[in-house]
T-cell receptor, first 113, second 116 residues
Framework: AQSVTQLGSHVSVSEGALVLLRCNYSSSVPPYLFWYVQYPNQGLQLLLKYTSAATLVKGINGFEAEFKKSETSFHLTKPSAHMSDAAEYFCAVSDRSQGNLIFGKGTKLSVKP | GAGVSQSPSNKVTEKGKDVELRCDPISGHTALYWYRQSLGQGLEFLIYFQGNSAPDKSGLPSDRFSAERTGGSVSTLTIQRTQQEDSAVYLC??????????????FGPGTRLTVL
């Protein structure tokens, strides 16, 4: 069975600092991996996805994530946080090209001025 | 183009009443999903429709929950005899099954259901 673990339900960084949000997954087959962002009272917006084409994936708003098979990780990073990055971030996994996603519990990112 | 839309955006109901939530997927997307988001449970899968195939209902929490998809497009999630634990945000998503789509799901803004 697939699962996703996001370490840290709440992460706080200063504006301009590095953002690192952690995601570990379990899957019996090579997975598709996703990061979504959710702003208050809105739906989920796709930040980036891993589909085996490249291990380093670049997404929107300056975010990127690196797939590390040996560590079963897909951590999300951004070199310099902006106030507008404050939101909740969800990591998700799928073991096939169709069907439901399995989500982590989410990490709420706060950005301090 | 238009994204996934959901209605109503907010629904307040009394315990024991039935509610219907609507989802309009992105035009041309053959796959449609319902998820539930609540504080204690995070994001939970409810049901999945793919074309004309029988839906995957494995995530429905009880037989009070049902969903249909008419004409391969619009979907309605129905909750009968609502309970307070049904209070949550109900999210709909759709995806294309075309080659190269990799199960990328596009989400609507959600319906916030409050059961009093």
């Amino acid at each position: 069975a697939q699962s996703v673990t996001q370490l840290g339900s709440h992460v706080s960084v200063s504006e301009g600092a590095l953002v690192l949000l952690r995601c570990n997954y379990s899957s019996s087959v090579p997975p598709y991996l996703f990061w979504y962002v959710q702003y208050p009272n809105q739906g989920l917006q796709l930040l980036l996805k891993y589909t085996s084409a490249a291990t380093l994936v670049k997404g929107i708003n300056g975010f990127e994530a690196e797939f590390k098979k040996s560590e079963t990780s897909f951590h999300l990073t951004k070199p310099s946080a902006h106030m507008s990055d404050a939101a909740e971030y969800f990591c998700a996994v799928s073991d096939r090209s169709q069907g439901n996603l399995i989500f982590g519990k989410g990490t709420k990112l706060s950005v301090k001025p | 183009g238009a994204g996934v839309s959901q209605s109503p955006s907010n629904k307040v109901t009394e315990k024991g009443k039935d509610v219907e939530l609507r989802c309009d997927p992105i035009s041309g997307h053959t796959a449609l999903y319902w998820y539930r988001q609540s504080l204690g449970q995070g994001l939970e899968f409810l049901i999945y429709f793919q074309g004309n195939s029988a839906p995957d209902k494995s995530g429905l929490p009880s037989d009070r929950f049902s969903a249909e998809r008419t004409g391969g497009s619009v979907s309605t999630l129905t909750i009968q005899r609502t309970q307070q634990e049904d209070s949550a945000v109900y999210l709909c998503a759709s995806s294309s099954t075309a080659s190269g789509s990799y199960n990328e799901q596009f989400f609507g803004p959600g319906t916030r259901l409050t059961v009093l």
